[in-house]
């Protein structure tokens, strides 16, 4: 019923750029906060951005100046620019939205892969 469709993930040498999409469909109802996670392998999955329905933004201090986040309300998309990449930012990135009928719901996508090569 409610899906997330990632895309832009791909191979990069390190100080590359990527730009990552993520466009929300289906009976979601309420959107609130959006955002991107990461996962390596064997380690639990943490936080890169989020941004809220207002357009405040945090970020995880390791890619602080070199990641923005931001999201196209009328099209359900949110996006996250990636600048100067290091091979330490190789990683599974996971879009997530917060919504839902009483808008504290966490909907997750597929998952598209990074990898920063040397």
């Known amino acids: 019923q409610v899906h997330l469709m990632e895309s832009g993930g791909g191979l990069v040498q390190a100080g590359g750029s990527l730009r990552l999409s993520c466009a929300a469909s289906g009976s979601i109802f309420r959107i609130n906060g959006m955002g991107w996670y990461l996962q390596a392998p064997g380690k639990q999955r943490e936080l890169v951005a989020t941004?809220?329905?207002?357009?405040?933004?945090n970020y995880a201090d390791s890619v602080k100046g070199r990641f923005t986040i931001s999201r196209d309300n009328a099209k359900n998309t949110v996006y996250l620019q990636m600048n100067s990449l290091k091979p330490e930012d190789t990683a599974v990135y996971y879009c997530?939205?917060?919504?839902?009928?009483?808008?504290?719901?966490?909907?997750w996508g597929q998952g598209t892969q990074v990898t920063v090569s040397s």
């Open positions: 997530n939205v917060q919504g839902g009928w009483n808008g504290l719901t966490n909907y």
């Open positions: 941004i809220t329905s207002g357009g405040r933004t």
